[in-house]
C-alpha cells in the first residue's frame, strides 16, 4: 500500500498502442504503393486515351474495342518488364553495397531485410496496368451510340482517376484534394491532346 508521501503513476495502455501506431512508417508502404498507383493509373489513362484517339476518326465500337484490347495485353508486358528491369538492377546495388561493407567491416555477409523482389513487382505492374485498362474496355463495349460512347470513356475513367488519387492519398497519408486533383488533370490532359492530334490528322487526309 502507497504512503501519504507517494503518488502512483499508472500509464494507460492505449497510450502505449497509440505510439506504436503514430510511429509506423508509411514510407515502407511506397514500394509496392508507387508501383501498383502507377500500373493501375497508367493502364487507365493509356488505354482511355488510345480509345479515344482511334474515336477521334472512327465511329466503329469493334475498331476502338480492339485497338484498347491491344493495347492492354502490350501495356502490361511493357509494365511488368520494365519494373522488372528497374527494380533488378536496384537489388544488383544494394546486394553489391552489402558486399562492400560485409568486406570493410570484416564481416559475412547477410542477407538484408525488405530486399526488392523484380517478380513480384513485374507481377503487380502487370496486374495493375491491366485492372486499370479493363475500366474504358468496359465502359466501351456495351454503347452502339458514337457520341455517347465517348462520353462513357471519359466519365468512367474520370471517376476512376478520382478513385486512384483517393486510394493512393488514404493509403500514403497525403492530402486527398492534392492527389486527386493531379491524376484528374493529367487524364484528362493525355485524353484531350491524343483526341486532338488524332482528329487533326485524320483531317488532313490521311485515312485508317
Same mark, same amino acid.
Do not use: H
Given at each position: ?7 502512483? =503513476?499508472? =500509464? ?40 479515344? %484517339?482511334?474515336? &477521334? *476518326? ?9 485497338? %484498347?484490347?491491344?493495347?492492354? /495485353?502490350?501495356?502490361? /508486358?511493357?509494365?511488368?518488364? %520494365?519494373?522488372?528491369?528497374? +527494380? ?7 546486394? &553489391? ?28 505492374? &502487370? ?6 485498362? *479493363? ?29 486512384? %488519387?483517393?486510394? #493512393? ?6 492530402? +486527398?484534394?492534392?492527389? /486527386? ?8 490532359? &493525355? ?10 490528322? #485524320? ?6
Amino acid at each position: 500500500m502507497a504512503s501519504a508521501n507517494q503518488v502512483q =503513476i499508472t =500509464i494507460p495502455k492505449d497510450n502505449a498502442d497509440r505510439n506504436e501506431v503514430d510511429e509506423f512508417d508509411y514510407s515502407q508502404r511506397s514500394q509496392w504503393l508507387r508501383a501498383a498507383i502507377l500500373g493501375a493509373n497508367d493502364g487507365l489513362v493509356s488505354i482511355a486515351s488510345l480509345m479515344m %484517339g482511334v474515336g &477521334a *476518326v472512327k465511329d466503329d465500337v469493334k475498331a476502338m474495342i480492339l485497338t %484498347g484490347f491491344a493495347g492492354l /495485353c502490350a501495356g502490361a /508486358c511493357s509494365m511488368a518488364i %520494365g519494373e522488372f528491369v528497374s +527494380v533488378y538492377s536496384q537489388l544488383d546495388i544494394e546486394r &553489391a553495397q552489402m558486399k562492400r561493407v560485409a568486406g570493410i567491416n570484416g564481416t559475412s555477409e547477410e542477407s538484408g531485410k525488405n530486399m526488392p523482389n523484380p517478380f513480384q513487382a513485374a507481377f503487380a505492374s &502487370a496486374i495493375a496496368f491491366s485492372l486499370g485498362a *479493363v475500366v474504358p474496355l468496359l465502359a466501351a463495349a456495351f454503347v452502339t451510340e458514337y457520341e455517347v460512347r465517348l462520353a462513357v470513356v471519359v466519365a468512367a475513367t474520370t471517376l476512376m482517376l478520382v478513385v486512384f %488519387g483517393w486510394v #493512393g492519398a488514404v493509403l500514403g497519408k497525403t492530402r +486527398v484534394g492534392r492527389s /486527386c486533383g493531379r491524376v484528374l488533370v493529367g487524364g484528362w490532359m &493525355a485524353m484531350a491532346i491524343t483526341f486532338g492530334l488524332t482528329r487533326l490528322l #485524320g483531317a488532313s487526309g490521311l485515312e485508317m
